[in-house]
């Protein structure tokens, strides 16, 4: 991974942080990074999130063991958001709830032509 110039201060210091499987494509979560989190996934090729809720870092699967091993790294046009294409260890289940991704929850749609 290169390190790129991150733009930290649109969200009060955090980026969202997309993680997506480098095998399936599978996007398996979302979470987020402050620099302190960057700079650590940076380091030691796992992914740091900045946990809104208990305010402190954590490194994904470090309890589970469903680590998240970058394998590349990119961010979007205005280098605000980052995405990470990674391989899961463990046993792949990455969601908290059990699940290989956390998005297990289908959204009725509405089709175009009813929404006018």
Request: hydrophobic letters at 35%; charged letters at 25%; glycine letters at 10%.
């Amino acid at each position: 991974m290169t390190d790129a110039t991150i733009d930290f201060g649109k969200m009060e210091g955090l980026v969202p942080g997309i993680v997506q499987d480098a095998k399936t494509g599978q996007v398996l979560m979302v979470g987020f990074l402050n620099e302190v989190s960057y700079q650590k996934t940076l380091e030691t090729g796992y992914v740091t999130f900045w946990s809104r809720t208990r305010q402190k870092l954590w490194m994904k699967g470090e309890s589970s063991g469903n680590r998240l091993r970058v394998i590349e790294a990119a961010t979007d046009c205005d280098n605000d958001t980052l995405l990470f294409r990674v391989d899961v260890e463990g046993d792949g289940l990455v969601c908290h709830e059990g699940t290989v991704s956390c998005f297990t929850r289908p959204i009725e749609l509405t089709s175009a032509q009813e929404v006018r």
